[in-house]
């Protein structure tokens, strides 16, 4: 290639370059910055605060910061009830979808999708109505199995979220299941008839083997928008405040600090901190997942 | 990497050996049928049930049963929701559109271009490009909004609707997208012919590349579209007076006043999420195409 016509090429990546310094690099820059001060209240408090270089300390106090430590921990317990459960349901969906001829299929797959056209605050909305005790038709519901449930109550606040976000998330992650198990070649399963095996071991043997590399990636997606969930709890919140609190999440714990507490290094070392946890979480899942397909 | 989607059509040879399987018992078909339409059942009734709150009065709404009618007053709430504050719910609408749109169709645009130079040319530094791309998927959305934030408010940009629509101008995801579209569409032969004819860069790339990569563009502008429109942590941070808010924002606050002030406006959240799903679903079914495309090419991430 010709060089001029190489700076040619590069010239057409310049407008994101300089978008993703000032909307990224920058940004990232000046939160680690931001990261490493503190506000000092100078004399008796009266003339203002100035900054002071602290080294470690925001990431020192985030450390050992209990409410920030239990939300990461809240959050990595959901994650490792709810999406393994997502996933199977849709592992399922995908493999009955994969059994039927491709024109039912496709009537299903579309039906299924239905809740991932629903914006995601939406999606809280209606299943915090549906579960709310005044306006919900699970409350009657319940009275018709002698079952009282209170969708709101504490021991009941993960699983309410977590059927929500399951309700939301298995349509998208069977397609791309689905798409996986399209791309299993047929004459494996011709093969393994012939040889007697019965259906659901096949789908047990070959298929879900070969669709673990769709399986890793929703996993890997799932646990980066688990770590920062902040809408669907933000939402809880606003109706049951009393079990939902201001620390909830690792990003309400980052919010509540920025914009409540107006503290904003220590909300950019969380962040920082958050940052790692999620690079270290992605990481050790990748590792352990693909040492199994080893 | 290759997009399944678009290879299925390929091999028509197994659409022939096909309805294969395990249908071949009669009580395992009716088994897979039966799961199939518990699960269509889970995924529709919470949309069935706010389609026919929409249509109750307040009364209706918390004394008769949710899943069937009772009454007809979609119009009046609807008018309810509109006249609501003298229309803030039209107002937080346009907003809606305005970032989503605009937003989406200047980042399709940049990702394009950013696409097309990253897959067809190779330049120094093309290898730290994607890697900056690729690298951002895993960069938690607080690490930019809280320093975004601080950064608008210093030069005058919070509270307006420039502290949307920039950030929606860069977005890596679209960027990758596009690069993988561009790979599999625009052939080097084409661009080498087009340069022998003496054409410049440019306008290769606005009357060749662009028409070629339609499907592709449409994929990008949908998603980042839904993408936006979705948003709910960026414009709760930047967005301070009501009159710049996005839907989802609106009807965030509106949850919220029951608790905080006493007044339900239940009814009128619920006609109003019912409202936010539609543009959604004309979109989605409209580019039913694209869209599939997109949600697969999703998992290659």
Known sequence: MVRSQRWKGAAFTVPFQLGFVFLYLIPIGYAVYESLYREHQSGLGLGGATEQFSGLANYRQGLTDSAFLHSVLRVLLFACVQIPVMLLISLLLALFLDALSSRVAGRFRILLLVPYMIPGVVAAIVWINLYSPDVGPLTPLGKVFGLTWNFFAPSMVWPSIGNLLTWHGIGYNMVIIYSALQAVPRELFEAARLDGASEPRIALSIKVPYVRGALVLTGMLSIIQMLQIFNEPALFRNVTPQTVGDSFTPIMVIYNQAFNAGNYHYAAALSVLLALILGLASFLFYRLTAREAD | MTLTEERRPASPVRRLTRPDPASRSRGGQRFLLLGLVLASAYSLFPVWWLLVAATKNRTDLYQSNGLWFS???????LRQLFTYEHGIFLRWTANSFLYAGVGSLGGTLIALATGYGLARFDFPGRGAVFACVVGSFLVPIALLTLPLYLLFSKIGLVDTPWAMLIPCLINPFSV????????????????????????????????????????????VFLLAFVNTWNAFFLPLTVLRGEENWTLNLGLYNWTGKRLESGVDLTSLVLTGALLSIVPMAVMMVAMRRYWRTGVTLGALK
């Open chain 2, 176 to 219: 990758y997208l596009a690069k993988v579209y561009t790979e599999s569409t625009v052939p080097y032969e084409i661009l080498e012919a087009a340069r022998i004819d003496g054409a410049g860069e440019l306008r290769i790339f606005i009357t060749i590349v662009l028409r070629m990569m339609t499907t592709g563009g449409a994929t």
């Open chain 2, 71 to 77: 009454g007809m007053h979609l119009w009046s709430n």
